[in-house]
């Protein structure tokens, strides 16, 4: 099986665990890192073994030998940093998320197309296979109609936590409130007929903690919430007509083992996805994939979903007036 060599935009925390997870596929090639600066580069590709190191985006994405580029840079520079590797004719994984707004998500999408070039948000938890079986029994009507879903993802954050920088788009939602709230989507649609939000807005002007109802057509809805706080906070909690599926022993982003119980406390289903390495290597098994079959989107991930859940993130964020310093929209 022919490699794929992958070069890595950003030498930060999140592109360390996406490589940790490509260095066990065979058939990914750990080519080329980039950084603004080069001897984090340098240390960078010394630590997980890469052939080359640039010391700027601009030379990485120049390099002919790529076949994809991951963005792992922070949210604020995703859309700059997906312009340039699409410019550069360059399949792109990036990660959530994908933009700090749709408009800017629909420009690249655009220009991914044009280029006729891979577009996927680096959304790991659509790609896991717990997960993918959780919608799986959802969608096969394991559990009956979907009567609600109550999602939440607090982290721990304190004093100096990025999160409270508004200069690189930081607040809960964009980081930790995309979880549930595309879980919520997958599960009872990206098009909800009603939307209620309210946000606490600190001194920073990013949001400490956020609170959103989604209402559909059909009666159903979802209660989902994320913010900053003194520890980790995760729940995933789908209430069914015959029966219930609550994934709180693990946080439901990265779960390897799910059940689904009905009213009578019967067992329904029971899986174990266990892990090859973090998790983040279904992601990448999947991209990989696409990219073999001449594929320039992934039906686990479609680009259509992440802007959907952008448009809906910019709705929310009208509601509570927040709107970053940099944005144009």
């Given at each position: 099986m022919?490699q794929?060599?992958?070069g890595?935009m ?17 058939d990914?090639?750990l ?11 340098q ?5 997980y073994g890469f052939?080359k ?18 963005i ?5 520079y ?13 399949h ?9 707004n749709a ?18 948000e ?14 799986e029994?959802?969608?096969g009507?394991l559990?009956?109609?979907i009567?609600?879903v ?5 982290t ?12 690189i ?12 709230l ?8 990206y098009?909800p ?8 807005i ?8 956020n609170s ?7 009666g159903?809805?979802?209660s989902?919430?994320s913010g ?21 022993k ?23 996805g266990?892990?090859?390495?973090n ?15 001449g ?18 993130m ?16």
């Amino acid at each position: 099986m022919k490699q794929i060599k992958w070069g890595i935009m950003g030498a930060g925390r999140m592109s360390g665990w996406f490589t940790e997870a490509l260095s066990i596929l065979p058939d990914a090639n750990l080519y080329a890192v980039g950084s603004r600066n080069l001897a984090k580069a340098q240390h960078f590709a010394e630590t997980y073994g890469f052939q080359k190191m640039y010391g700027s985006y601009e030379e990485l994405v120049r390099d002919p030998e790529i076949d994809i580029i991951y963005i792992g840079t922070p949210v604020r520079y995703h859309y700059d940093s997906l312009m340039l590797a699409l410019h550069a004719g360059k399949h792109v994984l990036c990660e959530k998320a994908l933009t700090v707004n749709a408009s800017q998500a629909k420009e690249a999408y655009a220009l991914a197309r044009e280029k006729h070039v891979f577009l996927m948000e680096a959304m790991w938890m659509k790609c896991q296979p717990a997960y993918r079986k959780m919608l799986e029994w959802i969608r096969g009507g394991l559990i009956g109609d979907i009567q609600s879903v109550e999602a939440r993802f607090f982290t721990k954050a304190g004093n100096g936590h990025r999160l409270f920088q508004h200069e690189i788009a930081g607040g809960a939602l964009l980081d930790l409130g995309i979880y549930p709230l595309t879980a919520a989507c997958d599960i009872l649609g990206y098009s909800p007929d009603k939307i209620v939000s309210h946000a606490a807005i600190g001194k920073e002007h990013v949001d400490y903690s956020n609170s959103t109802l989604l209402s559909y057509k059909n009666g159903s809805y979802a209660s989902v919430n994320s913010g900053l706080a003194l520890s980790k906070m995760v729940s995933l909690f789908i209430i069914g007509t015959k029966g219930r599926i609550c994934i709180d022993k693990e946080f439901f982003f990265q779960a390897e083992h799910i059940e689904a119980y009905g009213y009578n406390d019967t067992l329904l289903g029971s899986f174990d996805g266990k892990f090859m390495k973090n998790g983040y290597e279904f992601e990448a098994i999947e991209v990989m994939d696409c990219l073999r079959r001449g594929k320039t989107g992934s039906n686990l991930v479609p680009v259509s979903e992440s802007i959907a859940l952008l448009e809906l993130m910019d709705q929310l964020r009208a509601q509570w007036g927040l709107k970053y310093d940099f944005e144009e929209i």
